[in-house]
T-cell receptor, first 115, second 115 residues
């Protein structure tokens, strides 16, 4: 069964460093998303991406964040200068389009720790 | 704005018994979808079940069913014949639109299945 994959599973970085989180969405899906979950809290939407551009972004997704689909399979989230409060689980998700509200399937997540 | 409320931070259920996890929502959108996801201790987000706002019948997927009461704006998840592997966090979420959409999550309910 197709699934969303994410690498790395864990990332530890120093404050101020840049990190790139990678995702491979389900191959025939058209819509891609990033969410984050700070430890013990609910999942929060960051950004959605379609047709090589951002569809929607939340207040969390400020200038420190960027997304890219560098090739036909990968979808990346870059955090330019990490802060302590960026420590969280980051989930990539993807969905298809059958004319309605297609289910978003999540990857296993990348746990980011900023020291 | 959309809002999801899960009022049960934790629930216990005896193995083989049924359990209901509560979810209420608020939205001004006439068309929307409600989702339930399971998050085991390993951290991944697993899609369980979906209910569209215009669906006439309550959704079912194996041991999972969704008790959808539109007038009361509730979308409770019912798990029948609980198994030890059902112990996890359960998140209710909603979205609206078509194609690309933002999921709004509740705070989750931690379910513990007792042998």
């Amino acid at each position: 069964e197709p699934e969303v994959t994410q690498t790395p599973s864990h990332q530890v970085t120093q404050m101020g460093q840049e990190v790139i989180l990678r995702c491979v969405p389900i191959s025939n899906h058209l819509y891609f998303y990033w969410y984050r979950q700070i430890l013990g809290q609910k999942v929060e939407f960051l950004v959605s991406f379609y047709n090589n551009e951002i569809s929607e972004k939340s207040e969390i997704f400020d200038d420190q964040f960027s997304v890219e689909r560098p090739d036909g399979s990968n979808f990346t989230l870059k955090i330019r200068s990490t802060k302590l409060e960026d420590s969280a689980m980051y989930f990539c998700a993807s969905s298809g389009f059958t004319g309605g509200l297609d289910t978003q399937y999540f990857g296993p997540g990348t746990r980011l720790t900023v020291l | 704005a959309q809002k999801i409320t899960q009022t049960q931070p934790g629930m216990f259920v005896q193995e083989k018994e049924a359990v209901t996890l509560d979810c209420t929502y608020d939205t001004s959108d006439p068309s929307y979808g409600l989702f339930w996801y399971k998050q085991p201790s390993s951290g991944e987000m697993i899609f369980l079940i979906y209910q569209g706002s215009y669906d006439q019948q309550n959704a079912t997927e194996g041991r999972y069913s969704l008790n959808f009461q539109k007038a009361r704006k509730s979308a409770n998840l019912v798990i029948s014949a609980s198994q030890l592997g059902d112990s996890a966090m359960y998140f209710c979420a909603m979205g609206s639109g078509a194609g690309s959409y933002q999921l709004t999550f509740g705070k989750g309910t931690k379910l513990s299945v007792i042998p």
